[in-house]
């Protein structure tokens, strides 16, 4: 059981290059989302899903955009990179079934910009 | 709006003492509550929740955490630490009616020997 998988682990870009962040998860999940984590400022949510087809911003949208085509993956694309984007990047997904259960996390994605 | 705050950003402590780190939270809502770990260059994981019912939370690796609503505080302990325990560790709030999880700015737990 994979739970939650991030594509790639690790990439550099140019500024204005554009690229995209895959999310797959195998766990049925509902909800998924897109965080980042930046020194001394703990996770911050980018976009998150509340189910195939739908979207919605989170706190810090500006400079990406999402898609939910299928249940299972949800992309985080850059349009064109800038070195504010320089981050380590977290996918999460959970169950939509209650409020209470807790989100399941990928490994990161190490994205710099240069 | 909902907030978490964590009050340290880092916390060193000797092998086998006792350590808290703590978390204070600010909704007009019911929350759930929840700590999770990151170990180095790892996703997170969690430590233990708080949904309801009993205000001490027993989680894994001998954590614990009690919810103090009067406070708004939902601090993590742990009596003895090991090395092992050297992480990030992040206090989040679910707030009823939303989709989202809020996240404190983490605790960087260092572990000496």
């Known amino acids: 059981n994979a739970g939650v998988t991030q594509t790639p682990k690790f990439r550099v870009l140019k500024t204005g290059q554009s690229m995209t962040l895959l999310c797959a998860q195998d766990?049925?999940?509902?909800?998924m989302y897109w965080y980042r984590q930046d020194p001394g400022m703990g996770l911050r949510l980018i976009h998150y899903?509340?189910?195939?087809?739908?979207?919605a911003k989170g706190e810090v949208p500006d400079g990406y955009n999402v898609s939910r085509l299928k249940k299972q993956n949800f992309l985080l694309g850059l349009e064109s990179a800038a070195p504010s984007q320089t981050s380590v990047y977290f996918c999460?997904?959970?169950?939509?079934?209650?409020?209470?259960?807790?989100?399941?996390f990928g490994q990161g994605t190490r994205l710099t910009v240069v | 709006a909902q907030s978490v705050t964590q009050l340290d950003s880092q916390v060193p402590v000797f092998e086998e003492a006792p350590v808290e780190l703590r978390c204070n939270y600010s909704?007009?809502?019911?929350?759930?509550l929840f700590w999770y770990v990151q170990y180095p260059n790892q996703g997170l994981q969690l430590l233990l929740k708080?949904?309801?019912?009993?205000?001490l939370v027993k989680g894994i690796n001998g954590f614990e955490a009690e919810f103090n609503k009067s406070q708004t505080s939902f601090h993590l302990r742990k009596p003895s630490v090991h090395i092992s325990d050297t992480a990030e560790y992040f206090c989040?709030?679910?707030?009823?009616?939303?989709?989202?999880?809020?996240f404190g700015t983490g605790t960087r737990l260092k572990v000496l020997a």
């Open positions: 708080y949904l309801s019912g009993s205000t």
């Open positions: 766990m049925n999940h509902e909800y």
């Open positions: 899903s509340v189910g195939e087809g739908t979207t």
């Open positions: 999460a997904s959970r169950l939509r079934t209650g409020w209470n259960t807790e989100a399941f």
């Open positions: 989040a709030v679910h707030t009823s009616g939303t989709y989202k999880y809020i």
């Open positions: 909704s007009s809502v019911s929350v759930y």
